[in-house]
């Protein structure tokens, strides 16, 4: 009998109430508190339907389709009973090259010398950097690594100095290595190569 009534009031007087109701809450100690749930989301009355509060910090939703893109970082898309269609917000990484400082271009060191290089690097995605994400040597001449450093706790849109310390090859020539940002998230290095290029002495 108190669902009916309740069902009645509904009808009566849940304005502003989004339609097509599917769960109906009643408290059993106290029948003005009920909860509604319907295509718009979760209501609550404290007074038995003559006011109703619309609980819309809950994130939830009646998704009635949901597909994922094929392109890189896998944009989800989601229909929506009643409320249209939704894009998931994209989590992307990404990394600016600003400028390169440390060792000039064609420099020349000695053969087995301890070479510091230094660049200053943008965050240009939407993920903050943080554990997992290193400043990792992509290519060039082998050169042996001592440490690198720099990559890690940036949020977007702030820069960083990231460095690179090796030992030059033994042999005299010139020789070229470059760096990148690797993320724990993606197969491949972010952004454009740094490169290091420098003559090592006879």
Known sequence: MIL???AKQLGGRARGVHADHHALWIDPRDGRHQILGCDGGVYVTYDRGTLWDHLNHVAIGQFYNVAVGPRRNYRVYGGLQDNGS???????DDVELITE???AEGATVAPGEEVTATWQIRNTGTCTWGDGY?????????????STSGAADVA????TEVVAVFVAPAE??????????QSPSDLEPL?????????VES
């Open 156 to 159: 977007p849109g702030e820069s």
């Open 172 to 181: 005299p020539g010139r020789y070229a290595a470059q760096w990148q940002l």
């Open 134 to 146: 290193s400043w990792v040597f992509t290519g060039g001449e082998p050169v042996t690594i001592v």
């Open 4 to 6: 009916l009534e309740s």
């Open 86 to 92: 939704w894009l998931s917000a994209l989590k992307r």
């Open 101 to 103: 400082n440390g060792l």
């Open 191 to 199: 952004g454009t190569p740094a490169f290091v290029l420098f003559v």
